[in-house]
């Protein structure tokens, strides 16, 4: 069952760029009964491990225009490495496990509804997005601002990954979209949100590793899913349909967030 939980979240990553931390999380807390601490410290190393496969086979598959974009992925990794190490140290200090587990559940929750609309109405956000970035009047200020925002996103990020291992995906992507709207093509997006999730999730799963959170049997157990299936979602990526799979992807993540809270 591990296994084909790990298949299921596998090709979802790979078709999307969303579904590392934002479905296996709650797989592992709601249907295997894992603690929430080991949840999101073995899903990092899994999140870890299968974006690096899944970006590799981006980074081979993508071609000119279809591949990561590196000069973004700077950028957000100057912001949410050094915010993935602050939040570390903030949960080796935290030492009562019954209120760090239950801030976990609640936080996880919360940015899956999150994930959830970010997911929904990504395409608003991108039209909203060009229009401010077409407009004569706010170009030049958009361009601006751009490379600064970018790292306030990482760090973003960083803080809710390494707290709850989500956030990488559809929030990334869905920040990337806001701030390049005219560079991000699909394939290009889940590309760069899957290369930055990679150095991402190895650091603050380092730090889950030290701290006592991460089940090796469980990991390999995820992994001999994962692995299979994030190559064919990412060589699938290019001919997936969006309008499909975010609105089911969404109403899972929703639901998944409910359950989370209300326990």
């Known amino acids: 069952m591990h296994a084909i939980a790990g298949l299921v979240v596998g090709l979802m990553v790979g078709l999307t760029g969303v579904g590392g931390g934002s479905l296996m999380a709650p797989i592992l807390i709601l249907m295997f009964g894992v603690a929430p601490t080991t949840a999101v410290g073995t899903d990092l190393w899994f999140a870890a491990i299968t974006k690096t496969v899944g970006g590799f086979v981006h980074h081979r598959a993508g ?11 700077r950028r957000l990794c100057i912001g949410s490495l050094p915010a993935a190490l602050i939040t570390l140290y ?4 935290t030492d009562t496990h019954q209120i760090k587990s239950g801030t976990i559940m609640t936080l996880l929750g919360v940015v899956l509804g999150l994930t959830a609309v970010a997911t929904l109405f990504r395409g608003q956000f991108h039209k909203m997005a060009m229009q401010a970035r077409t407009e004569e ?3 030049d200020s958009f361009l601006k601002w751009q490379p600064i925002l970018t790292v306030l996103a990482g760090a973003i990020l960083g803080a809710m990954v390494t707290l709850t291992s989500v956030g990488a995906g559809a929030l ?3 920040m990337l979209l806001a701030l390049y709207p005219l560079r991000m093509k699909m394939q290009r997006l889940v590309a760069t949100d899957i290369i930055h999730a990679v150095p991402l999730t190895l650091v603050a799963g380092l730090g889950h590793l030290w701290i006592g959170n991460v089940n090796g049997e469980l990991l390999l157990n995820l992994l001999v899913g994962s692995i299979p299936g994030i190559i064919i979602g990412s060589l699938l990526a290019s001919r997936s349909s969006d ?4 609105p089911v992807l969404a109403a899972v993540l929703l639901f998944a967030g409910w359950r989370l809270i209300a326990n």
Do not use: E, H, N, W
């Open 90 to 93: 903030f949960l080796s200090q």
């Open 137 to 139: 009047s706010s170009s």
């Open 243 to 246: 309008k499909v799979l975010s």
């Open 63 to 73: 071609g000119k225009d279809g591949g990561p974009d590196y000069q973004i992925i």
């Open 172 to 174: 990334g992507a869905t």
